[in-house]
Protein backbone atom coordinates (compact mmCIF):
# COMPACT_ATOMS: atom_id res chain seq x y z
CA UNK A 1 0.00 0.00 0.00
CA UNK A 2 1.27 3.39 -1.02
CA UNK A 3 1.55 6.47 1.94
CA UNK A 4 -1.62 8.02 0.47
CA UNK A 5 -3.57 4.85 1.89
CA UNK A 6 -4.84 3.64 -1.64
CA UNK A 7 -2.75 0.66 -3.27
CA UNK A 8 -2.79 0.81 -6.72
CA UNK A 9 -5.44 -0.89 -9.06
CA UNK A 10 -5.25 -4.39 -9.17
CA UNK A 11 -6.46 -7.02 -11.64
CA UNK A 12 -8.28 -9.85 -9.92
CA UNK A 13 -8.36 -8.93 -6.46
CA UNK A 14 -10.87 -10.56 -4.92
CA UNK A 15 -13.10 -9.79 -1.82
CA UNK A 16 -15.85 -10.44 -0.12
CA UNK A 17 -18.76 -8.38 0.44
CA UNK A 18 -22.04 -8.88 3.04
CA UNK A 19 -25.20 -6.97 1.43
CA UNK A 20 -28.91 -6.65 2.33
CA UNK A 21 -29.76 -8.92 -1.30
CA UNK A 22 -28.38 -11.10 -3.68
CA UNK A 23 -27.02 -9.97 -6.29
CA UNK A 24 -26.85 -11.53 -9.86
CA UNK A 25 -23.07 -12.78 -10.97
CA UNK A 26 -21.38 -10.04 -12.64
CA UNK A 27 -23.15 -7.29 -11.28
CA UNK A 28 -21.26 -4.39 -9.62
CA UNK A 29 -22.02 -4.04 -6.11
CA UNK A 30 -23.96 -0.81 -4.58
CA UNK A 31 -21.86 2.28 -2.85
CA UNK A 32 -22.37 2.28 0.56
CA UNK A 33 -26.27 2.54 1.50
CA UNK A 34 -25.49 5.71 3.61
CA UNK A 35 -24.77 7.62 0.78
CA UNK A 36 -28.13 8.96 0.57
CA UNK A 37 -28.34 10.30 3.74
CA UNK A 38 -25.58 12.52 2.14
CA UNK A 39 -27.43 15.92 2.74
CA UNK A 40 -28.00 15.24 6.40
CA UNK A 41 -24.04 14.21 6.92
CA UNK A 42 -23.35 17.52 5.24
CA UNK A 43 -25.57 19.65 6.97
CA UNK A 44 -24.10 18.15 10.48
CA UNK A 45 -20.38 19.66 9.32
CA UNK A 46 -20.90 23.03 11.11
CA UNK A 47 -21.93 21.07 14.38
CA UNK A 48 -19.61 18.80 14.37
CA UNK A 49 -17.17 22.08 13.81
CA UNK A 50 -18.53 23.72 16.71
CA UNK A 51 -17.91 20.92 19.27
CA UNK A 52 -20.04 18.52 21.15
CA UNK A 53 -22.77 21.09 22.40
CA UNK A 54 -23.41 22.59 18.97
CA UNK A 55 -24.00 19.29 17.92
CA UNK A 56 -26.20 18.00 20.73
CA UNK A 57 -28.25 21.22 20.35
CA UNK A 58 -29.25 20.37 16.64
CA UNK A 59 -30.14 16.32 17.96
CA UNK A 60 -32.56 17.61 20.47
CA UNK A 61 -34.12 19.83 17.96
CA UNK A 62 -38.30 18.76 17.02
CA UNK A 63 -37.02 18.99 13.23
CA UNK A 64 -34.26 16.84 14.32
CA UNK A 65 -36.10 14.43 16.72
CA UNK A 66 -39.19 14.47 14.76
CA UNK A 67 -37.21 13.40 11.70
CA UNK A 68 -38.22 9.77 10.07
CA UNK A 69 -35.45 7.88 8.31
CA UNK A 70 -36.45 4.69 8.70
CA UNK A 71 -34.42 2.62 5.84
CA UNK A 72 -36.84 -0.03 4.55
CA UNK A 73 -34.19 -1.18 1.71
CA UNK A 74 -31.71 -2.52 4.71
CA UNK A 75 -34.64 -2.93 7.45
CA UNK A 76 -33.28 -0.12 9.64
CA UNK A 77 -35.51 1.45 12.39
CA UNK A 78 -35.26 5.05 12.13
CA UNK A 79 -33.60 5.53 15.56
CA UNK A 80 -30.56 2.89 14.18
CA UNK A 81 -30.47 4.84 11.11
CA UNK A 82 -30.50 8.64 12.51
CA UNK A 83 -27.41 7.16 14.81
CA UNK A 84 -25.72 5.55 11.49
CA UNK A 85 -26.11 9.26 10.45
CA UNK A 86 -24.56 11.13 13.23
CA UNK A 87 -21.45 8.72 13.03
CA UNK A 88 -20.88 8.71 9.51
CA UNK A 89 -20.63 13.17 9.56
CA UNK A 90 -17.94 12.62 13.04
CA UNK A 91 -15.91 9.83 10.37
CA UNK A 92 -16.74 12.40 7.68
CA UNK A 93 -15.22 15.50 9.28
CA UNK A 94 -12.22 13.47 10.44
CA UNK A 95 -11.43 12.23 6.75
CA UNK A 96 -11.73 15.65 5.75
CA UNK A 97 -8.90 16.85 8.34
CA UNK A 98 -7.14 14.55 8.37
CA UNK A 99 -7.09 12.32 5.18
CA UNK A 100 -8.81 14.89 2.08
CA UNK A 101 -6.89 13.00 -0.46
CA UNK A 102 -9.09 9.57 0.42
CA UNK A 103 -12.54 9.48 -0.98
CA UNK A 104 -15.63 9.83 0.98
CA UNK A 105 -16.88 6.43 2.53
CA UNK A 106 -20.07 7.92 0.82
CA UNK A 107 -19.01 6.67 -2.00
CA UNK A 108 -17.43 3.79 -1.17
CA UNK A 109 -18.08 -0.26 -1.65
CA UNK A 110 -16.94 -1.73 1.99
CA UNK A 111 -15.64 -5.59 1.45
CA UNK A 112 -13.84 -8.12 3.57
CA UNK A 113 -10.38 -9.11 2.58
CA UNK A 114 -11.19 -12.83 3.75
CA UNK A 115 -13.83 -15.10 4.00
CA UNK A 116 -13.55 -15.40 7.62
CA UNK A 117 -13.74 -11.72 8.37
CA UNK A 118 -16.91 -11.03 6.33
CA UNK A 119 -18.40 -14.50 8.20
CA UNK A 120 -17.65 -12.91 11.19
CA UNK A 121 -19.25 -9.51 10.25
CA UNK A 122 -22.36 -11.47 8.93
CA UNK A 123 -22.27 -13.50 12.01
CA UNK A 124 -22.06 -9.90 14.01
CA UNK A 125 -23.95 -7.28 12.33
CA UNK A 126 -25.93 -8.66 9.53
CA UNK A 127 -26.89 -11.98 9.83
CA UNK A 128 -30.02 -11.42 7.61
CA UNK A 129 -27.41 -10.72 4.65
CA UNK A 130 -25.74 -12.47 2.25
CA UNK A 131 -21.93 -12.76 1.70
CA UNK A 132 -20.69 -12.20 -2.10
CA UNK A 133 -17.29 -13.10 -3.51
CA UNK A 134 -16.31 -10.15 -5.40
CA UNK A 135 -13.84 -9.14 -7.69
CA UNK A 136 -12.37 -5.78 -7.46
CA UNK A 137 -11.53 -3.76 -10.44
CA UNK A 138 -10.90 -0.20 -8.83
CA UNK A 139 -8.43 1.29 -6.37
CA UNK A 140 -8.43 -0.14 -2.69
CA UNK A 141 -8.27 1.73 0.53
CA UNK A 142 -7.58 -0.90 3.41
CA UNK A 143 -8.87 0.38 6.75
CA UNK A 144 -9.90 -1.21 9.90
CA UNK A 145 -13.25 -1.29 10.30
CA UNK A 146 -13.68 -2.34 13.40
CA UNK A 147 -13.48 1.58 14.84
CA UNK A 148 -17.16 2.20 13.67
CA UNK A 149 -18.92 -0.18 16.04
CA UNK A 150 -20.60 0.55 18.69
CA UNK A 151 -21.95 3.07 16.82
CA UNK A 152 -22.59 6.79 18.93
CA UNK A 153 -24.87 6.60 21.92
CA UNK A 154 -27.54 9.06 21.29
CA UNK A 155 -30.20 8.54 24.21
CA UNK A 156 -28.18 11.30 26.49
CA UNK A 157 -27.70 14.43 24.83
CA UNK A 158 -27.07 16.37 28.12
CA UNK A 159 -23.75 17.92 27.50
CA UNK A 160 -21.22 15.55 29.86
CA UNK A 161 -22.70 12.41 28.54
CA UNK A 162 -23.12 13.56 25.21
CA UNK A 163 -19.55 15.30 25.34
CA UNK A 164 -17.67 12.17 26.18
CA UNK A 165 -19.47 10.22 23.67
CA UNK A 166 -18.59 12.54 21.03
CA UNK A 167 -15.01 12.72 21.95
CA UNK A 168 -14.71 9.02 22.04
CA UNK A 169 -16.30 8.60 18.41
CA UNK A 170 -14.34 11.56 17.30
CA UNK A 171 -10.83 9.90 18.53
CA UNK A 172 -12.14 6.49 16.28
CA UNK A 173 -13.01 8.54 13.71
CA UNK A 174 -9.12 10.01 13.77
Not at 122 to 139: A, N, T, W
Request: glycine fraction near 6%; include cysteine.
Amino acid sequence: MSNSGIAPKRKGLIAFRVDHETISPGSKVRRYYLHKYRQYIDQMQSFIEAGSASLAQHLSTAEWQQLDLRDRQVNLESDVVKMMVVLEAIFENARKKFASHLPSRLDCVFVWSTLELAKKFHQQYFPEGVIHRCKILGEVVELDGGLLPPGINLSDLSLEIFSAEFEATRLRAK
